[in-house]
């Protein structure tokens, strides 16, 4: 499971600086969630070898009122839901009344949590860091984040616990493999297989459950829908509880094809969870999407599309999953509000047109057992296998129904293509030039590939490497 890690601490320290530093990478992606979530920013990160969630918590002001509600209300989640928690002090300010409101709050939680004093370029750090001893937390961590000095540093000692697990499991590959022990495309491609071996490894896969994540935002009916999923008697239910803080998994069959649900609504909704803090958990999603292999994002007919459903979206995309999409409470719409939102989505979710939309009530069950022919769609175009000869001969058919365009005087020639991964597919095109494609030329072949290949369901990538 990918790690979470909360930035918390009083306004002004350097929280966005050191949040912008950690997310600044090719895959980042940064999605703000206004209103709903105050000022809380949450993305992805990858650094070295490490890949993480990490959230700006927001600032707190110790000295308010109560800090206690105050964190509450904007980070107690936050801190509920981490795994790790890195508490940045100002270390030119040096230390405030706000930093031991909120160490004080912290040591009450049992979180690994890491004191980091910023901003000590230009100053002794030693000295600028004497006084935060007072606030009573293991160890502490000089940085500059503005500089990108000592974040790496900081960020290899916090995430060290989950990287040894990771690496384990490296070690083994590297002694002996068992195919039953590949449970991921990722697995497969890294174990270096011979083709005999990657076949039967591809093909126990295909078989694995699918794991199915629910996602939307608040009040879209997720629950509802879970609850009509496991409501069917079709469907074989098994009691396995999750942990307060991450979703539920749920394995359950269908007509012979094993799922996991990864419920994200929570259908049996946690008591001991303080409810006024947020129902709904950016956290919990995107982790499910990270662990998913086909997302279910369920949009409200009855509300237009909004900027969450398009974050949720972004996830989903971001982290190259299938995406089959459920426009629930299709029921008792008349044709005219129908029509309308039909063609919202055509407007502001064209841009996904390899998803299939359905439309549901997951109150009454209208369309939800189509669900399931779309969702195992996506996982087969996601994990199929594409040989060389195959793509390379698409992308020749592609070339010559439509020659690619003259760049400096000299046309674009695709030579050859192949497999890059699966789940989600990456073709890889060599050829002369190829980086200088325009966009709407990519795109043409985007399509002529999932055309030719019937890939509905899962975005396709596309990688090209020039070759003169
Ligand atoms: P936040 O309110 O905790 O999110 O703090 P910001 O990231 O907005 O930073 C507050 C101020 O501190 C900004 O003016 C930053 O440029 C500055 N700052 C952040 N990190 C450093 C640092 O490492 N060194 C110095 N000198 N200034 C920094
Ligand atoms: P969640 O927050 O996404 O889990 O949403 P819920 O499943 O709790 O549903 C929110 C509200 O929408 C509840 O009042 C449901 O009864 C209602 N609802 C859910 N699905 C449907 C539907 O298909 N049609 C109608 N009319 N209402 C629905």
Redesign the pocket.
């Known amino acids: 499971m990918i790690p979470v890690v909360a930035l918390v601490g009083r306004p002004n320290v350097g929280k966005s600086t050191l949040f912008n530093r950690l997310t600044r990478t090719r895959d980042a992606l940064v999605a703000d969630f206004p209103g709903l979530t105050r000022d809380r920013k949450y993305g992805k990160a990858e650094l070295e070898e490490h890949e993480f969630i990490v959230i700006d918590t927001g600032g707190i002001d110790g000295t308010e009122e109560g800090v206690e509600t105050k964190m509450a209300e904007q980070s107690l989640m936050a801190i509920e839901e981490a795994d790790v928690v890195l508490f940045l002090v100002d270390g030119r300010a040096g230390l405030t009344s706000s930093d031991e409101a909120i160490a004080k709050h912290l040591r009450s939680r049992e979180k690994p949590t890491f004191l980091v004093v910023n901003k000590i370029d230009g100053v002794d750090g030693d000295s600028a860091c004497a006084e935060f001893w007072k606030l009573g937390m293991n160890g502490m961590y000089q940085i500059a984040a503005a500089q990108n000095r000592g974040v790496t540093a900081l960020m290899e000692r916090a995430l060290a616990p989950f990287a040894d697990s990771l690496n384990a499991t490296e070690d083994e590959d590297s002694d002996e493999v068992f195919i039953e022990d590949l449970t991921s495309v990722e697995d497969i491609e890294k174990a270096n297989l011979s083709e005999a071996d990657a076949e039967a490894a591809y093909k126990r896969l295909q078989e694995q459950p699918i794991k199915m994540a629910i996602i ?13 999923i496991l409501g069917e008697e079709r469907v074989v239910v098994y009691d396995m509880p999750g942990t307060t803080r991450d979703s539920i998994y749920i394995p359950m069959e269908r007509e012979g094809q094993e799922y996991v649900l990864i419920d994200t ?2 259908i049996r909704r946690r008591k001991n969870m303080n409810q006024a803090v947020e ?2 958990s950016v956290i919990q999603t995107l982790k499910a999407v990270e662990d998913a292999n086909v997302v279910l994002l ?1 949009i ?3 509300e237009n599309i909004s900027d969450q459903d398009l974050s949720l979206l972004g996830f989903a995309l971001n982290a190259g999953r299938s995406l089959v999409i459920a426009v ?5 719409l008349d044709n005219e509000v129908k029509e309308r939102v039909k063609s919202e989505l055509d407007r502001r979710l064209g841009f996904v047109d390899f998803a299939r939309i359905h439309f ?5 069950g ?1 369309g939800v057992g189509h669900l399931y022919e779309s969702v195992q769609e996506a996982y087969q175009s996601a994990t199929k296998r594409i040989s060389t000869s195959l793509l390379t001969r698409i992308m020749q058919m592609a070339q010559d129904d439509h020659q690619p365009p003259m760049i400096r005087g000299r046309r674009v020639k695709l030579k050859y293509a192949h497999a890059g991964g699966y789940n989600p597919p990456i073709i890889v095109i060599h050829g002369n030039q190829v980086n200088e494609l325009p966009g709407s030329y990519k795109r043409y072949l985007m399509n002529y590939y999932r055309k030719s290949l019937e890939m509905m369901g899962t975005p396709i990538r596309i990688q090209f490497q020039s070759s003169e």
């Open positions: 939307g935002r608040p009040n879209v009916g997720k629950s509802t829908l879970t609850n009509r609504a929570g129902k709904f369920v409200d007919a009855r629930n409470k299709w029921d008792g549901i009530s997951a109150l009454h209208t």
